[in-house]
Protein backbone atom coordinates (compact mmCIF):
# COMPACT_ATOMS: atom_id res chain seq x y z
CA UNK A 1 0.00 0.00 0.00
CA UNK A 2 2.52 2.39 1.26
CA UNK A 3 5.36 1.36 -0.88
CA UNK A 4 2.99 3.05 -4.01
CA UNK A 5 4.45 6.50 -3.51
CA UNK A 6 6.50 7.20 -5.57
CA UNK A 7 8.22 10.79 -5.32
CA UNK A 8 11.30 10.62 -4.80
CA UNK A 9 11.82 7.40 -6.34
CA UNK A 10 14.40 6.67 -8.51
CA UNK A 11 14.81 3.55 -11.34
CA UNK A 12 18.04 3.11 -12.04
CA UNK A 13 18.88 2.95 -15.32
CA UNK A 14 21.81 3.87 -18.01
CA UNK A 15 20.15 5.57 -20.87
CA UNK A 16 20.86 9.27 -22.11
CA UNK A 17 18.15 10.48 -20.09
CA UNK A 18 19.73 9.11 -16.95
CA UNK A 19 22.95 10.21 -17.89
CA UNK A 20 21.86 13.70 -18.86
CA UNK A 21 23.43 16.65 -16.61
CA UNK A 22 20.84 16.80 -13.81
CA UNK A 23 21.41 20.72 -14.05
CA UNK A 24 20.32 20.71 -17.54
CA UNK A 25 17.36 18.10 -16.59
CA UNK A 26 16.09 20.46 -13.58
CA UNK A 27 16.09 23.55 -16.38
CA UNK A 28 14.44 21.54 -19.24
CA UNK A 29 11.46 20.19 -16.99
CA UNK A 30 10.49 23.83 -15.55
CA UNK A 31 10.89 24.62 -19.50
CA UNK A 32 8.46 21.92 -20.12
CA UNK A 33 6.55 23.01 -17.52
CA UNK A 34 6.14 26.68 -18.65
CA UNK A 35 5.57 25.84 -22.03
CA UNK A 36 3.00 23.29 -21.45
CA UNK A 37 0.89 26.39 -20.29
CA UNK A 38 2.01 28.07 -23.35
CA UNK A 39 1.51 25.99 -25.68
CA UNK A 40 -2.10 24.94 -24.48
CA UNK A 41 -3.38 24.40 -27.73
CA UNK A 42 -4.35 20.45 -29.38
CA UNK A 43 -1.23 20.64 -31.75
CA UNK A 44 0.96 22.36 -28.32
CA UNK A 45 -0.23 19.56 -26.36
CA UNK A 46 0.02 16.96 -29.11
CA UNK A 47 3.61 17.50 -29.50
CA UNK A 48 4.60 17.62 -25.45
CA UNK A 49 3.00 14.46 -25.01
CA UNK A 50 4.32 12.26 -28.15
CA UNK A 51 7.75 14.56 -26.67
CA UNK A 52 7.36 13.02 -23.37
CA UNK A 53 6.09 9.29 -24.79
CA UNK A 54 9.68 9.44 -26.25
CA UNK A 55 11.61 10.26 -23.38
CA UNK A 56 10.29 7.64 -21.64
CA UNK A 57 10.99 5.35 -24.45
CA UNK A 58 14.57 6.22 -24.43
CA UNK A 59 14.72 6.38 -21.08
CA UNK A 60 13.03 2.53 -20.93
CA UNK A 61 11.10 3.31 -17.45
CA UNK A 62 8.06 0.26 -18.10
CA UNK A 63 4.40 1.68 -18.50
CA UNK A 64 3.08 0.35 -15.10
CA UNK A 65 5.21 3.18 -13.40
CA UNK A 66 4.29 5.99 -15.01
CA UNK A 67 0.30 4.84 -14.31
CA UNK A 68 1.53 4.60 -10.22
CA UNK A 69 2.28 8.25 -10.63
CA UNK A 70 -0.64 9.67 -12.36
CA UNK A 71 -3.24 7.42 -9.89
CA UNK A 72 -2.96 8.92 -7.17
CA UNK A 73 -3.97 12.67 -8.88
CA UNK A 74 -6.54 10.70 -10.92
CA UNK A 75 -9.52 12.21 -8.61
CA UNK A 76 -8.00 15.71 -9.08
CA UNK A 77 -8.09 15.54 -13.06
CA UNK A 78 -11.89 13.72 -12.15
CA UNK A 79 -12.58 16.72 -10.35
CA UNK A 80 -11.64 19.53 -12.53
CA UNK A 81 -12.63 17.80 -15.41
CA UNK A 82 -16.58 17.82 -14.36
CA UNK A 83 -16.19 21.27 -12.92
CA UNK A 84 -14.61 22.32 -16.14
CA UNK A 85 -17.47 20.28 -18.26
CA UNK A 86 -20.28 21.40 -16.59
CA UNK A 87 -19.62 24.67 -15.01
CA UNK A 88 -17.75 26.61 -18.55
CA UNK A 89 -20.21 28.32 -21.01
CA UNK A 90 -19.71 28.14 -24.35
CA UNK A 91 -20.88 30.76 -27.15
CA UNK A 92 -23.15 28.52 -29.34
CA UNK A 93 -26.15 25.91 -28.38
CA UNK A 94 -25.54 23.53 -25.79
CA UNK A 95 -24.91 20.32 -26.84
CA UNK A 96 -26.67 18.71 -24.01
CA UNK A 97 -29.03 20.11 -21.39
CA UNK A 98 -30.61 18.47 -18.58
CA UNK A 99 -31.77 20.91 -15.54
CA UNK A 100 -29.20 22.79 -14.72
CA UNK A 101 -26.93 21.17 -16.29
CA UNK A 102 -25.52 22.47 -20.11
CA UNK A 103 -22.67 21.15 -21.45
CA UNK A 104 -20.94 22.90 -24.38
CA UNK A 105 -18.63 21.63 -27.23
CA UNK A 106 -15.86 24.09 -25.93
CA UNK A 107 -16.27 22.73 -22.20
CA UNK A 108 -15.43 19.22 -23.87
CA UNK A 109 -12.55 20.78 -25.25
CA UNK A 110 -11.09 22.78 -22.70
CA UNK A 111 -11.95 19.71 -20.10
CA UNK A 112 -9.52 17.24 -22.28
CA UNK A 113 -6.82 19.87 -22.87
CA UNK A 114 -7.00 20.52 -18.99
CA UNK A 115 -6.84 16.66 -18.32
CA UNK A 116 -3.91 16.24 -20.51
CA UNK A 117 -1.66 19.10 -19.28
CA UNK A 118 -2.36 17.50 -15.69
CA UNK A 119 -1.22 14.68 -16.79
CA UNK A 120 1.84 15.77 -18.66
CA UNK A 121 2.36 17.68 -16.04
CA UNK A 122 2.86 14.65 -13.33
CA UNK A 123 4.60 12.55 -15.84
CA UNK A 124 6.97 15.36 -16.75
CA UNK A 125 8.21 15.86 -13.55
CA UNK A 126 8.08 12.08 -12.29
CA UNK A 127 10.69 11.90 -15.43
CA UNK A 128 12.73 14.16 -13.84
CA UNK A 129 12.74 12.42 -10.44
CA UNK A 130 13.03 8.43 -11.87
CA UNK A 131 15.91 9.19 -13.99
CA UNK A 132 17.97 10.85 -10.79
CA UNK A 133 18.73 10.18 -8.42
CA UNK A 134 17.17 12.28 -5.05
CA UNK A 135 20.85 12.97 -3.98
CA UNK A 136 22.14 13.95 -7.31
CA UNK A 137 19.05 16.18 -8.06
CA UNK A 138 19.09 18.27 -4.36
CA UNK A 139 23.10 18.42 -5.39
CA UNK A 140 22.41 20.36 -8.67
CA UNK A 141 19.33 22.57 -6.62
CA UNK A 142 22.24 23.20 -4.79
CA UNK A 143 24.49 24.55 -7.56
CA UNK A 144 21.74 25.97 -9.11
CA UNK A 145 20.86 28.06 -6.34
CA UNK A 146 24.25 28.85 -5.32
CA UNK A 147 24.64 32.40 -6.94
CA UNK A 148 21.35 33.13 -4.53
CA UNK A 149 23.95 32.32 -1.70
CA UNK A 150 25.42 36.06 -2.49
CA UNK A 151 21.72 37.48 -0.96
CA UNK A 152 22.86 35.47 2.28
CA UNK A 153 20.57 32.64 1.38
CA UNK A 154 21.59 29.67 3.22
CA UNK A 155 21.44 27.67 -0.05
CA UNK A 156 23.86 24.63 1.22
CA UNK A 157 21.87 24.51 4.68
CA UNK A 158 18.58 24.73 2.69
CA UNK A 159 20.33 21.61 -0.25
CA UNK A 160 21.39 19.28 3.09
CA UNK A 161 17.97 19.96 4.53
CA UNK A 162 16.32 18.10 1.13
CA UNK A 163 19.11 15.47 0.79
CA UNK A 164 18.36 14.05 4.59
CA UNK A 165 14.55 14.57 3.72
CA UNK A 166 14.41 13.12 0.85
CA UNK A 167 16.98 10.21 2.42
CA UNK A 168 15.03 9.54 4.87
CA UNK A 169 11.36 9.46 3.25
CA UNK A 170 11.93 5.27 2.48
CA UNK A 171 13.24 4.76 5.59
CA UNK A 172 10.22 6.06 7.29
CA UNK A 173 7.77 4.77 4.90
CA UNK A 174 9.59 1.13 5.78
CA UNK A 175 9.14 2.06 9.21
CA UNK A 176 5.55 3.16 9.41
CA UNK A 177 5.23 -0.20 7.28
CA UNK A 178 6.79 -2.04 10.33
CA UNK A 179 4.48 -0.18 12.99
CA UNK A 180 1.51 -0.56 10.92
CA UNK A 181 1.88 -4.06 11.17
CA UNK A 182 2.97 -4.59 14.70
CA UNK A 183 -0.38 -2.52 15.45
CA UNK A 184 -2.41 -4.85 13.50
CA UNK A 185 -1.10 -7.77 14.91
CA UNK A 186 -2.48 -6.38 18.11
CA UNK A 187 -6.30 -6.04 16.57
CA UNK A 188 -5.57 -2.03 15.30
CA UNK A 189 -8.13 -2.09 12.43
CA UNK A 190 -6.05 -0.13 9.96
CA UNK A 191 -6.93 -2.15 6.84
CA UNK A 192 -10.63 -2.73 7.39
CA UNK A 193 -13.60 -1.11 9.55
CA UNK A 194 -15.25 1.85 9.34
CA UNK A 195 -13.35 5.02 8.02
CA UNK A 196 -13.74 6.56 11.43
CA UNK A 197 -12.22 3.34 13.03
CA UNK A 198 -9.26 3.65 10.89
CA UNK A 199 -8.51 7.14 11.14
CA UNK A 200 -8.74 6.98 15.21
CA UNK A 201 -6.33 3.80 14.32
CA UNK A 202 -3.70 6.16 12.82
CA UNK A 203 -2.81 7.46 16.82
CA UNK A 204 -0.98 4.09 17.41
CA UNK A 205 0.81 4.37 14.18
CA UNK A 206 1.75 8.07 14.17
CA UNK A 207 3.07 8.40 17.81
CA UNK A 208 5.97 5.43 17.54
CA UNK A 209 6.24 7.09 14.22
CA UNK A 210 6.95 10.72 15.60
CA UNK A 211 8.99 9.09 18.37
CA UNK A 212 11.82 7.46 16.14
CA UNK A 213 11.66 10.36 13.55
CA UNK A 214 12.97 12.52 16.45
CA UNK A 215 14.94 9.71 17.77
CA UNK A 216 17.01 9.50 14.15
CA UNK A 217 17.09 12.66 13.94
CA UNK A 218 19.38 13.66 17.07
CA UNK A 219 21.34 10.02 16.00
CA UNK A 220 21.80 11.78 12.58
CA UNK A 221 22.99 14.91 14.27
CA UNK A 222 25.67 13.49 16.79
CA UNK A 223 26.68 10.98 13.36
CA UNK A 224 26.92 14.25 12.21
CA UNK A 225 29.35 16.34 14.16
CA UNK A 226 31.14 13.35 14.87
CA UNK A 227 32.33 13.79 11.57
CA UNK A 228 33.19 17.46 11.69
CA UNK A 229 30.24 18.80 10.15
CA UNK A 230 30.26 22.88 9.94
CA UNK A 231 27.87 23.67 7.18
CA UNK A 232 28.77 24.83 3.42
CA UNK A 233 31.54 26.78 4.12
CA UNK A 234 34.49 25.85 2.68
CA UNK A 235 33.12 22.17 2.20
CA UNK A 236 34.84 20.57 -1.15
CA UNK A 237 32.56 17.64 -3.29
CA UNK A 238 33.56 14.20 -4.10
CA UNK A 239 31.52 14.38 -7.39
CA UNK A 240 32.17 17.93 -9.37
CA UNK A 241 29.21 18.49 -11.80
CA UNK A 242 30.77 18.82 -15.17
CA UNK A 243 28.73 20.07 -18.22
CA UNK A 244 29.36 17.70 -21.19
CA UNK A 245 29.16 18.07 -24.92
CA UNK A 246 26.10 15.68 -25.46
CA UNK A 247 24.38 18.04 -22.80
CA UNK A 248 24.80 21.01 -24.75
CA UNK A 249 23.34 18.65 -27.75
CA UNK A 250 20.57 16.99 -25.83
CA UNK A 251 19.67 20.18 -24.27
CA UNK A 252 19.49 21.93 -28.10
CA UNK A 253 17.07 19.27 -28.95
CA UNK A 254 15.07 19.26 -26.40
CA UNK A 255 14.77 23.68 -26.66
CA UNK A 256 14.21 23.39 -30.85
CA UNK A 257 10.84 21.23 -29.21
CA UNK A 258 9.96 23.97 -26.93
CA UNK A 259 10.31 26.02 -29.48
CA UNK A 260 7.81 24.07 -31.57
CA UNK A 261 5.38 23.72 -29.08
CA UNK A 262 5.38 27.39 -28.41
CA UNK A 263 4.88 28.37 -32.18
CA UNK A 264 1.97 26.00 -32.24
CA UNK A 265 0.42 28.93 -30.38
CA UNK A 266 0.42 31.01 -34.33
CA UNK A 267 -1.68 28.24 -35.84
CA UNK A 268 -4.73 27.55 -32.55
CA UNK A 269 -4.65 30.24 -29.97
CA UNK A 270 -4.30 29.14 -26.44
CA UNK A 271 -6.85 28.57 -24.20
CA UNK B 1 -7.70 -33.46 15.73
CA UNK B 2 -6.37 -30.76 13.02
CA UNK B 3 -3.30 -29.02 13.56
CA UNK B 4 -3.03 -25.74 15.67
CA UNK B 5 -1.11 -24.03 12.30
CA UNK B 6 -0.77 -26.00 8.62
CA UNK B 7 0.85 -24.34 5.84
CA UNK B 8 0.15 -25.50 2.47
CA UNK B 9 1.80 -25.28 -0.63
CA UNK B 10 2.84 -21.05 0.72
CA UNK B 11 4.37 -19.18 -1.78
CA UNK B 12 5.31 -15.37 -1.16
CA UNK B 13 6.73 -12.89 -3.80
CA UNK B 14 7.87 -9.25 -3.19
CA UNK B 15 6.45 -6.82 -5.20
CA UNK B 16 4.83 -9.22 -7.63
CA UNK B 17 4.93 -8.16 -11.55
CA UNK B 18 7.42 -5.84 -10.76
CA UNK B 19 11.14 -5.48 -12.19
CA UNK B 20 12.30 -6.14 -8.26
CA UNK B 21 10.19 -8.77 -8.07
CA UNK B 22 11.85 -11.59 -5.40
CA UNK B 23 10.61 -14.85 -4.48
CA UNK B 24 10.62 -14.82 -0.58
CA UNK B 25 8.83 -18.01 0.08
CA UNK B 26 8.52 -20.75 -2.35
CA UNK B 27 6.17 -23.51 -2.22
CA UNK B 28 6.60 -24.62 2.19
CA UNK B 29 4.44 -26.80 3.45
CA UNK B 30 4.40 -27.80 7.31
CA UNK B 31 2.28 -28.33 10.46
CA UNK B 32 2.57 -27.28 13.65
CA UNK B 33 0.53 -29.45 16.85
CA UNK B 34 -1.06 -27.74 19.16
CA UNK B 35 1.22 -26.92 22.40
CA UNK B 36 4.37 -27.33 20.73
CA UNK B 37 7.18 -25.25 21.18
CA UNK B 38 8.93 -24.34 18.12
CA UNK B 39 12.11 -22.92 17.03
CA UNK B 40 12.93 -21.09 13.91
CA UNK B 41 16.09 -20.65 12.50
CA UNK B 42 17.88 -19.54 9.28
CA UNK B 43 20.47 -17.19 7.73
CA UNK B 44 19.56 -13.32 7.65
CA UNK B 45 17.54 -13.09 4.65
CA UNK B 46 16.43 -16.53 4.04
CA UNK B 47 12.22 -15.66 4.91
CA UNK B 48 11.88 -16.23 8.71
CA UNK B 49 10.21 -12.98 9.11
CA UNK B 50 8.35 -13.15 5.78
CA UNK B 51 6.95 -16.82 6.87
CA UNK B 52 5.87 -16.05 10.13
CA UNK B 53 3.81 -12.91 9.28
CA UNK B 54 1.80 -15.02 7.54
CA UNK B 55 0.51 -17.10 10.51
CA UNK B 56 -2.04 -13.98 11.31
CA UNK B 57 -2.79 -12.42 8.33
CA UNK B 58 -0.09 -10.10 7.81
CA UNK B 59 0.95 -10.74 4.99
CA UNK B 60 -1.21 -12.93 2.02
CA UNK B 61 0.39 -15.64 0.55
CA UNK B 62 1.02 -14.95 -3.44
CA UNK B 63 0.03 -18.99 -3.38
CA UNK B 64 -0.97 -21.33 -0.88
CA UNK B 65 -3.15 -21.36 2.52
CA UNK B 66 -2.54 -20.59 5.63
CA UNK B 67 -4.85 -22.62 8.18
CA UNK B 68 -5.06 -22.01 11.96
CA UNK B 69 -7.19 -24.47 13.69
CA UNK B 70 -8.17 -26.25 10.49
CA UNK B 71 -9.59 -23.17 9.27
CA UNK B 72 -8.19 -21.16 6.09
CA UNK B 73 -7.60 -17.69 7.24
CA UNK B 74 -8.43 -16.24 4.20
CA UNK B 75 -11.08 -17.65 3.55
CA UNK B 76 -13.35 -14.50 4.38
CA UNK B 77 -10.84 -11.91 4.63
CA UNK B 78 -13.11 -9.47 6.77
CA UNK B 79 -12.39 -11.83 9.15
CA UNK B 80 -9.02 -11.67 9.37
CA UNK B 81 -8.84 -10.24 12.71
CA UNK B 82 -10.04 -12.67 14.54
CA UNK B 83 -6.99 -14.92 13.66
CA UNK B 84 -4.92 -11.59 14.69
CA UNK B 85 -6.76 -12.42 17.85
CA UNK B 86 -5.59 -15.85 17.52
CA UNK B 87 -2.61 -15.90 17.00
CA UNK B 88 0.11 -13.31 18.45
CA UNK B 89 2.58 -11.70 16.90
CA UNK B 90 5.58 -10.11 18.45
CA UNK B 91 7.83 -8.29 15.97
CA UNK B 92 11.64 -7.98 15.54
CA UNK B 93 12.59 -5.16 18.11
CA UNK B 94 8.52 -4.26 19.54
CA UNK B 95 9.33 -1.77 21.75
CA UNK B 96 9.25 1.01 18.91
CA UNK B 97 5.40 -0.11 18.49
CA UNK B 98 4.77 1.40 22.08
CA UNK B 99 2.48 4.98 22.19
CA UNK B 100 0.59 4.94 24.99
CA UNK B 101 0.13 7.41 27.83
CA UNK B 102 1.01 4.62 30.39
CA UNK B 103 2.24 1.22 30.45
CA UNK B 104 -1.20 -0.26 31.41
CA UNK B 105 -3.21 1.34 28.55
CA UNK B 106 -0.55 0.23 26.04
CA UNK B 107 -0.64 -3.34 27.48
CA UNK B 108 -4.19 -3.07 27.33
CA UNK B 109 -4.47 -1.89 23.88
CA UNK B 110 -4.76 -5.53 22.29
CA UNK B 111 -7.96 -6.45 24.56
CA UNK B 112 -9.44 -3.58 24.04
CA UNK B 113 -9.58 -4.09 20.47
CA UNK B 114 -10.87 -7.62 20.94
CA UNK B 115 -14.05 -5.69 22.78
CA UNK B 116 -13.04 -7.21 26.46
CA UNK B 117 -14.88 -5.62 29.05
CA UNK B 118 -12.88 -3.64 31.96
CA UNK B 119 -12.52 -6.48 34.16
CA UNK B 120 -11.59 -8.78 31.57
CA UNK B 121 -8.79 -6.21 29.99
CA UNK B 122 -7.53 -5.52 33.65
CA UNK B 123 -7.25 -8.84 34.51
CA UNK B 124 -5.77 -9.73 31.68
CA UNK B 125 -3.12 -6.85 31.85
CA UNK B 126 -2.09 -7.69 35.50
CA UNK B 127 -1.60 -10.94 35.00
CA UNK B 128 0.23 -10.61 31.22
CA UNK B 129 2.53 -7.88 33.49
CA UNK B 130 2.79 -10.37 36.62
CA UNK B 131 4.34 -12.70 34.06
CA UNK B 132 6.52 -10.13 32.41
CA UNK B 133 7.91 -9.04 35.58
CA UNK B 134 6.66 -5.63 35.21
CA UNK B 135 5.50 -3.64 38.62
CA UNK B 136 2.44 -2.11 39.43
CA UNK B 137 5.03 1.31 39.63
CA UNK B 138 5.97 0.43 35.95
CA UNK B 139 2.90 -0.10 34.51
CA UNK B 140 1.73 3.43 35.81
CA UNK B 141 4.84 5.33 33.75
CA UNK B 142 5.07 6.13 30.45
CA UNK B 143 6.20 3.74 28.29
CA UNK B 144 8.89 6.50 27.02
CA UNK B 145 10.34 6.35 30.18
CA UNK B 146 11.06 2.96 30.36
CA UNK B 147 14.87 1.25 29.90
CA UNK B 148 15.09 -1.17 26.27
CA UNK B 149 15.02 -3.90 28.11
CA UNK B 150 11.51 -2.99 30.11
CA UNK B 151 10.44 -1.68 26.73
CA UNK B 152 10.78 -5.53 25.08
CA UNK B 153 9.11 -6.60 28.23
CA UNK B 154 5.82 -4.21 27.91
CA UNK B 155 5.72 -4.87 24.32
CA UNK B 156 5.56 -9.01 24.79
CA UNK B 157 3.40 -8.48 27.55
CA UNK B 158 1.20 -6.56 25.22
CA UNK B 159 0.28 -9.18 22.87
CA UNK B 160 0.90 -11.81 25.83
CA UNK B 161 -2.25 -9.90 27.24
CA UNK B 162 -4.58 -11.27 24.47
CA UNK B 163 -4.13 -14.30 25.30
CA UNK B 164 -3.25 -15.56 22.09
CA UNK B 165 -3.76 -19.70 21.61
CA UNK B 166 -0.48 -19.45 19.43
CA UNK B 167 2.06 -16.85 19.84
CA UNK B 168 4.95 -16.19 17.56
CA UNK B 169 7.88 -14.46 18.62
CA UNK B 170 10.53 -12.96 15.97
CA UNK B 171 13.77 -12.62 18.25
CA UNK B 172 12.59 -11.36 21.46
CA UNK B 173 15.95 -11.25 22.64
CA UNK B 174 17.74 -9.42 20.01
CA UNK B 175 20.14 -6.54 21.73
CA UNK B 176 19.94 -7.52 24.99
CA UNK B 177 22.04 -8.05 27.74
CA UNK B 178 22.41 -11.86 28.64
CA UNK B 179 20.58 -11.88 31.98
CA UNK B 180 17.92 -9.68 29.93
CA UNK B 181 17.97 -12.60 27.18
CA UNK B 182 17.40 -15.24 29.59
CA UNK B 183 15.14 -13.56 31.68
CA UNK B 184 12.51 -12.52 28.54
CA UNK B 185 13.00 -16.40 27.02
CA UNK B 186 12.63 -18.34 30.55
CA UNK B 187 8.88 -15.76 31.10
CA UNK B 188 7.83 -16.74 27.47
CA UNK B 189 8.67 -20.54 28.39
CA UNK B 190 6.69 -20.57 31.31
CA UNK B 191 3.53 -18.89 29.54
CA UNK B 192 4.08 -22.08 26.88
CA UNK B 193 4.20 -24.45 30.11
CA UNK B 194 1.30 -22.55 32.27
CA UNK B 195 -0.86 -22.35 29.72
CA UNK B 196 -0.31 -24.57 26.82
CA UNK B 197 0.27 -22.13 24.15
CA UNK B 198 1.61 -23.00 20.92
CA UNK B 199 4.65 -21.20 20.70
CA UNK B 200 6.88 -19.97 17.88
CA UNK B 201 10.34 -18.53 18.29
CA UNK B 202 12.29 -16.99 15.62
CA UNK B 203 16.25 -17.00 17.21
CA UNK B 204 19.54 -16.53 15.85
CA UNK B 205 20.95 -18.26 19.08
CA UNK B 206 21.65 -21.86 18.26
CA UNK B 207 21.50 -22.16 22.66
CA UNK B 208 18.22 -20.38 23.41
CA UNK B 209 16.67 -23.03 20.45
CA UNK B 210 18.66 -25.67 21.79
CA UNK B 211 17.60 -24.54 25.25
CA UNK B 212 13.78 -24.09 24.65
CA UNK B 213 12.56 -25.84 21.79
CA UNK B 214 10.76 -28.81 21.24
CA UNK B 215 11.32 -29.31 17.42
CA UNK B 216 13.29 -26.74 14.73
CA UNK B 217 12.56 -25.53 11.82
CA UNK B 218 15.21 -24.75 9.56
CA UNK B 219 14.64 -22.34 6.61
CA UNK B 220 16.98 -21.82 3.56
CA UNK B 221 16.25 -19.14 1.22
CA UNK B 222 12.83 -19.53 0.86
CA UNK B 223 12.49 -23.67 1.35
CA UNK B 224 12.10 -25.97 4.71
CA UNK B 225 16.03 -27.21 4.86
CA UNK B 226 15.21 -29.09 8.13
CA UNK B 227 11.87 -29.87 10.11
CA UNK B 228 12.36 -32.18 12.91
CA UNK B 229 13.07 -32.71 16.50
CA UNK B 230 15.60 -30.52 17.80
CA UNK B 231 17.94 -33.49 18.52
CA UNK B 232 17.49 -34.60 15.22
CA UNK B 233 18.29 -31.05 14.25
CA UNK B 234 21.53 -30.10 16.03
CA UNK B 235 22.39 -33.92 15.26
CA UNK B 236 22.98 -33.42 11.39
CA UNK B 237 25.52 -30.30 12.16
CA UNK B 238 27.86 -30.50 9.39
CA UNK B 239 24.84 -29.56 6.85
CA UNK B 240 23.53 -26.47 9.14
CA UNK B 241 27.30 -25.08 8.71
CA UNK B 242 26.89 -25.77 5.50
CA UNK B 243 23.69 -23.90 5.42
CA UNK B 244 25.49 -20.48 7.30
CA UNK B 245 23.86 -21.60 10.44
CA UNK B 246 25.33 -22.72 13.21
CA UNK B 247 25.14 -25.23 16.02
CA UNK B 248 25.67 -24.96 20.07
CA UNK B 249 28.54 -24.56 21.09
CA UNK B 250 28.61 -27.78 23.44
CA UNK B 251 27.18 -29.70 20.30
CA UNK B 252 30.65 -28.79 18.50
CA UNK B 253 33.19 -30.21 21.54
CA UNK B 254 30.77 -33.01 21.67
CA UNK B 255 31.04 -33.37 17.77
CA UNK B 256 34.76 -32.73 18.04
CA UNK B 257 34.92 -35.65 20.64
CA UNK B 258 33.47 -38.23 18.35
CA UNK B 259 35.80 -36.90 15.44
CA UNK B 260 38.38 -37.64 18.21
CA UNK B 261 37.23 -41.20 18.66
CA UNK B 262 34.83 -41.35 21.51
CA UNK B 263 32.00 -43.55 21.90
CA UNK B 264 29.15 -40.45 22.39
CA UNK B 265 25.67 -39.26 20.85
CA UNK B 266 25.75 -36.49 17.94
CA UNK B 267 22.41 -35.09 19.37
CA UNK B 268 24.19 -33.62 22.54
CA UNK B 269 22.30 -30.07 22.58
CA UNK B 270 22.41 -29.50 25.92
CA UNK B 271 24.34 -28.56 29.04
CA UNK B 272 22.55 -31.04 31.42
CA UNK B 273 22.05 -33.48 29.02
CA UNK B 274 25.72 -33.27 28.20
CA UNK B 275 26.92 -33.45 31.79
CA UNK B 276 24.87 -36.92 31.16
CA UNK B 277 26.55 -38.62 29.23
CA UNK B 278 29.48 -37.23 29.88
CA UNK B 279 28.89 -39.21 33.00
CA UNK B 280 27.55 -42.31 31.86
CA UNK B 281 30.64 -42.28 29.24
CA UNK B 282 32.77 -41.99 32.83
CA UNK B 283 30.95 -45.31 34.02
CA UNK B 284 31.43 -46.84 31.13
CA UNK B 285 35.34 -46.20 30.55
CA UNK B 286 35.45 -46.99 34.36
CA UNK B 287 33.63 -49.95 34.35
CA UNK B 288 35.91 -51.28 31.46
CA UNK B 289 38.71 -50.66 33.29
CA UNK B 290 37.81 -52.77 35.98
CA UNK B 291 37.59 -55.86 34.03
Known sequence: MLRDITIGQHFPGNSPV?????????????????????????????????FLALLYGISKIPLKLIARSIKPILPIIAFTAVLNLFLLSGSGEPLFQWWIFRIYPESIE?????????????????????????????????????????????????????????RFIPTLIEETEKIMNAQK???????????????????????????????????????????????GEG????????????????????????????????WFPSI | MSAAVKIEHLSYIYSEGMPDASVALDDVSFEIEEGQ?????????????????????????????????????????KDIRRFRFKVGLVFQYPEYQLFEETVYKDIAFG???????????????????????????????????LSGGQKRRVAIAGVLAMEPKILVLDEPAAGLDPEGRDTILGQIKTWHKETGTTTILVSHSMEDIAKYADKVLVLNAGHIAMYDETAKVFARAPELLA?????????????????????????????????KTVLAAKATREGGSAC
Open chain 1, 18 to 50: HTMDPRVKILLTIAYIVMLFIGSNPLGLAISTV
Open chain 1, 110 to 166: YTIIMAVRIICLIAGTSLLTYTTSPIVLTDAIERLLYPLSRLHLPVHELAMMMTIAL
Open chain 1, 185 to 231: ARGAQLDSGTLKQRVQALIPVLIPLFISAFRRADELAMAMECRCYHG
Open chain 1, 235 to 266: RTRLKQLRLRASDVVYGLICAVVFVLIGLSNL
Open chain 2, 37 to 77: FIGVIGSTGCGKSTLISHFNGINRPTKGHVCIDGEDIWANP
Open chain 2, 111 to 145: PANMGLDEQEIDRRVRRAAEFCGITQRVLDASPFE
Open chain 2, 243 to 275: LGLSVPEVTKVFLRLREMGLDIPADVYTIPYAV
